[in-house]
């Protein structure tokens, strides 16, 4: 079992930047495949960021080279610095963790994360 708690949300100006922490509980936490994923109001959830359980990263296109994800393990804990930042952005964020361990993903959709956390907002005013 994985447990998820997200911090780090807020509201920034057009531009700014946030780091997005998701700490995880679980002594196994290395050994999992993790995602950021965000929801706009009243659409659906989409992928944001990946890093595989060892180290491997891909982010979406509409976040390349604007957001980043890292992980410490020894602080079990995973990452999403968010630079640029624009009002389309906005959002709750959740970070996720795959099904299985020492999985590496090659698709990203939510089905493919089993363990969520609660979410925290991140609203970008213009």
């Known amino acids: 079992q994985v ?5 780090g ?3 920034v ?4 930047s946030l780091r997005l922490s998701c700490a995880a ?3 196994t936490f290395s050994s999992y495949s993790m995602g950021w994923f965000r929801q706009p109001p009243g659409k659906e959830r989409d992928f944001v960021a990946y890093i595989s359980w060892n180290g491997r990263t891909y982010h ?3 976040v390349k080279g604007r957001f980043t994800i890292s992980k410490n393990n020894a602080k079990n ?3 999403l610095q968010m630079n640029s930042l624009k009002p389309e952005d906005t959002a709750v964020y959740y970070c996720a963790a795959g099904r299985a361990p020492y999985t590496d993903y090659v ?5 493919a994360f089993n363990y969520w956390g ?9």
Do not use: C, H, N
Request: net charge negative.
């Open 107 to 111: 698709t990203y959709a939510p089905s």
């Open 13 to 16: 100006q057009t531009g700014g």
């Open 3 to 7: 447990q998820l708690v997200e911090s």
């Open 77 to 79: 804990t995973v990452y």
């Open 9 to 11: 949300g807020g509201l």
């Open 118 to 126: 609660q979410g925290t907002q991140v609203t970008v005013s213009s």
């Open 25 to 27: 509980s679980g002594r």
């Open 60 to 62: 979406a296109d509409s």
